[in-house]
């Protein structure tokens, strides 16, 4: 199993918590200053809410750094080889993904790019020791490439300027890289072939609207209109043979949108997608613009069923032997939930799941922003057995859960009843890959069991030692 060395972080917030204890009122100066600095620069969840930021940060060695591509690049490639092995048979498809049977006929690769994916942000438990262990696949439209960045220059202000040293040793930002994300899109609009056109940052009845505005800036740097776009206002005119929006020709976009169940009670497209979204759809089939992420990345790879494809022995008898004990190694054990809350492909264990709640973590196969997550640990038998009921409406999977790295991190807002504090925080990362390379990280860490930054998680700096690998040179997009 891969691992990180946590030694620095744990030093840097052993010193946050004695400077924090020695002089909260400096500690919580400084972090609203870097509070100040976010908000001036518009850097906000979902451009209404604040970003949730702690004054920490995860210190990553160059041997560390190594680890996390290494990782991050090879799973790439294993979940690549599962998409391919999927899509290569409909009744194989439909046997592991019934619940998107609706979405079979648009599963088609985005013009110009021979991958599924296009980027993703494959996210990790870290455990006490430094194991990683892979429990999402974010393939839909992950989030962090440009808020991850403004966190970890204002954390380092604030670290400066409470004279942590710790950080010094970790000059280097090596958090997700959205500059690089603009330019592999752009990269694609060439590969397939489309002219300049309008882009759009496609959304739907969901309405994300995360990281929006940094992404029409990027864009407008580069010298291209981009614009939120929802996918019922895009037009296939098929005269032209290109998609339009308000007239304009669209030749690329970022799909900003949530596929699930018809019914489903979070995000979802409802029943009658087909007219509501047919010019997207038309011009996603058809390759008429470069559309990234493609809708087998929003579905099927967003599914975190997908995780309990790559280790079902099916699968993995297709792969060698190495292979197979990486996927072993390092994705969490997870398995879809059948009617009656038990696993299908360890019925044999009987009610294994439902009497060790405390070894799982009950999941919705198809949602985000850590809706409807249940921590065993965290819940009484009751609500454990009420959360493994399987609703149509809302497919789950039922996955091992990981004893996560905790730090002493200050809440240095705090609710108002406590006031600023020091607590214990959990600590994941969100791994990111462009065009099958290592592009940075996000960290996050959290009070509670759940660490996603839409279910009360918080965002850290994240800082490399020496030179960062992940902007050493631009993108060269290798699958194009």
Sequence with gaps: MSRIDL???????ESLRERFERDPRRFVQACQRAEARLAERRVQFERTGR?????SALLLSGDSLATLARLTERLHGLVERALDWLLADPRRLARYFADHARMFPYLVKTAGLPTWQ????YDVAVWPGGELTVIELNTACPAGFFHGGEVTAATRASLAELGLTEADAFPSECSMDGERLVDFLLELETAAGVAPGLVGLVNDENELHNEMDPLIAAFARRGRDARETPAAEIACDA???????????????LNKIRISTPDSPAWKWAAGFQQRYAGFLAAVTQGRMASANNLAACAVAEDKGLLAVLICQDFLDTLAAEDQQFLRDHIAPTYRLTNDGQPAEIARRGAEILDARNDW???????????RVTVGAAVDDRAWREACRVDPALPLVAQRRADLAQFPVAD???QPAQGPHVRPMRLTLGLAVIGGRFAGVLSRVSASAVTNVGAGGALQAALGEGESPIRRKPCDAPNL
């Design 239 to 253: 005269a032209r043979d290109r998609p339009t929006h308000g007239g304009e020709p669209l030749s690329l976009s």
């Design 412 to 414: 240095a807002t705090g």
């Design 361 to 371: 973590v009950v999941k919705p196969a198809n949602e985000g922003r850590g809706f």
């Design 51 to 55: 970003l949730a930021t702690v004054p």
């Design 7 to 13: 030694t620095a972080t744990r030093n840097l917030h």
């Design 118 to 121: 296009g980027y993703a942000r």
